[in-house]
């Protein structure tokens, strides 16, 4: 199956950087009204998926809500390797719909 004729290119999806703040992360998910959001590395490779359970997890695990805390970790800390895999760009039909019932958003790498 040819995804590229479906999917969303990434110049059009919002997505967070391994070496942004937590509290960037935070406020890029806010401001986009996201519940899960992609994370690339430093050459627009895709490093997985990151939610606000992820955040809820994060701050439970710091025992602190306080923004400077929040500035002193990365977004790759929260990524969770299992989370959201992705799909080759070339994947067939039947990987693609398992994916869709199992996943909020389906990345496609290239």
């Not at 627009?44 to 955040?55: L, P």
Request: proline content about 5%; glycine content about 2%.
């Amino acid at each position: 199956m040819n995804l590229a004729m479906i999917m969303i290119p990434k110049v059009c999806t919002i997505f967070l950087r391994e070496n942004q703040t937590v509290r960037q992360g935070w406020e890029i998910m806010k401001q986009h009204r996201y519940t899960a959001i992609p994370v690339l590395d430093e050459n627009d490779r895709y490093s997985g998926t990151i939610n606000e359970g992820d955040f809820l997890r994060f701050v439970m695990n710091t025992e602190s809500t306080d923004v400077q805390n929040m500035e002193k970790h990365r977004v790759i800390e929260l990524v969770r390797k299992d989370f959201c895999p992705p799909l080759e760009i070339d994947a067939d039909v039947e990987q693609v719909i398992d994916s869709i019932l199992r996943q909020n958003f389906v990345p496609i790498v290239d």
